[in-house]
């Protein structure tokens, strides 16, 4: 009886390990960068898991935090959080055999470009002026800040926008938008970052497993 119960120790044993040891779990592991092609809270996260030679990951699964259903892609992915803020960002990959491996990093959002002041001056042309700050760690390859003037009625009349290029992380530039078109019902204008575009310098194509090539 001791016996039978000393086999079926190993087999369970066994059943663990696997015939060569434990099991090897893919490597999860991602990168991320700010999306200003629309001025919002986006950012593009970039997947840079890998698993055991011979095999490649087959599904990636992200939870970010903010109360987001968890997003389902095959490699990279875009989202849209709700505020600035710390969030702990979660990818779980799965590979062929049926593995997975998770990892979880807390991501500072916030909006790289930043309308630090601006002033609007009356006449003609009504001006804007202003100063935008890179707060990022990284190079804005360029800024778009766009300016919309109203009348007393908060009617829209006309709208301009400036561009500021290479603008280095903590830099602060002056912008000025003057109104195209002249009217002397202008009374006051609204000025934000409309869009910006910034370098990542990601891999295009995901290491899939963890060979090289020789």
């Not at 390859?141 to 919309?148: M, R």
Request: hydrophobic share 40%.
């Amino acid at each position: 009886m001791r016996r039978f119960s000393s086999l079926v120790l190993l087999l369970a044993l066994f059943a663990l390990t696997g015939c060569f040891g434990p099991v090897v779990r893919p490597t999860a592991d991602f990168t991320w960068c700010p999306d200003g092609s629309e001025g919002k809270l986006d950012y593009t996260f970039f997947d840079h898991s890998t698993t055991v030679p011979g095999h490649y990951i087959t599904k990636l699964f992200w939870d970010f935090g903010d109360g987001s259903d968890p997003q389902q892609a095959f490699w990279n992915v875009s989202h849209r959080f709700p505020a600035e803020g710390t969030y702990h960002v979660t990818l779980v990959v799965t590979d062929d055999r049926g593995v997975s491996g998770t990892v979880t990093k807390e991501v500072l959002v916030q909006y790289p470009a930043v309308i630090r002041e601006w002033h609007l001056t009356l006449g003609w042309p009504a001006t804007v002026t202003g100063e935008v700050v890179n707060r990022s760690d990284r190079t804005l390859d360029s800024v778009v800040i766009k300016a919309k003037f109203y009348n007393a009625d908060n009617v829209r009349l006309t709208e301009n926008t400036a561009e500021i290029a290479e603008l280095e992380p903590g830099e602060i530039a002056l912008f000025t938008i003057k109104a195209p078109e002249y009217s002397t019902q202008i009374f006051y204008a609204t000025v934000f970052v409309d869009s910006f575009t910034v370098d990542c310098q990601e891999e295009p194509y995901p290491p899939w497993s963890n060979e090289t090539d020789s």
